[in-house]
């Protein structure tokens, strides 16, 4: 089975930039999470979808967002793009929201904001 | 709030020696906790989690984790290290969201 996939491997914008990230899931999770990892950190939370709702928010500007479609897959949107942005943005999926579940993650995407 | 604290941000081994990577947890409910590895330009694997079935949790690749409730750790462990183990390990605790700690940087010397 197919883990889960990012879209683009890399990418590199300007300040102000809008960008888009995709992930798609592995088959049979409904639940897609989003993290931020700035070099030499652990990742932080930034979003969790369940069956295309909102289910947890963590502390990012609103110039983040991210929505999840039918088919479980999903984007996170960043607008007005910093240099304070620049990190490895990674996906993970999981059968459930409940906290004692897995999330597996995907390779990432790696943004560098110039 | 929860968190974990990893102490030690780079821990070095020579192959065959014991690695011990600590970590240490905040939590107001019984926690759910988890240790990851990175590889060099990877995403993160699960090695185990403890999710309050067993104290003494085994995970992949050799590594095992004891839940202390006490001392507020889960250090992660294994007997013998191997060339392959050197990569980058992160604890996380799971309450309504994962948090996740700084990370440990492991390298093991031939």
């Known amino acids: 089975d197919a883990g889960v996939t990012q879209s683009p491997t890399h990418l590199i914008k300007t300040r102000g930039q809008h960008v888009t990230l995709r992930c798609s899931p592995i088959?049979?999770?409904?639940?897609v999470s989003w993290y931020q990892q700035v070099l030499g950190q652990g990742p932080q939370f930034i979003f969790q979808?369940?069956?295309?709702?909102?289910?947890g928010r963590g502390n990012f500007p609103d110039r983040f967002s991210a929505r999840q479609f039918p088919n479980y897959s999903s984007e996170l949107n960043v607008n007005a793009l910093l240099l304070g942005d620049s990190a490895l943005y990674l996906c993970?999926?999981?059968?459930?929201?409940?906290?004692?579940?897995?999330?597996?993650f995907g390779p990432g995407t790696r943004l560098l904001v110039l | 709030a929860q968190s974990v604290t990893q102490l030690g941000s780079h821990v070095s081994v020579s192959e065959g020696a014991l690695v011990l990577l600590r970590c240490n947890y905040s939590s107001s409910v019984p926690p759910y906790l988890f240790w990851y590895v990175q590889y060099p330009n990877q995403g993160l694997q699960l090695l185990l989690k403890?999710?309050?079935?067993?104290?003494l949790v085994k995970g992949i690749n050799g590594f095992e984790a004891e839940f202390k409730k006490s001392e507020t750790s889960f250090h992660l462990t294994k007997p013998s290290a191997h060339m392959s183990d050197a990569a980058e390990y992160f604890c996380a605790v799971s309450e309504s969201d994962m948090r996740f700690g700084a990370g440990t940087r492991l390298t093991v010397k031939p």
């Open positions: 403890y999710t309050s079935a067993a104290t």
């Open positions: 088959s049979g999770h409904k639940s």
């Open positions: 993970a999926s999981s059968l459930a929201t409940v906290p004692q579940e897995t999330q597996y």
């Open positions: 979808y369940y069956e295309k709702e909102e289910r």
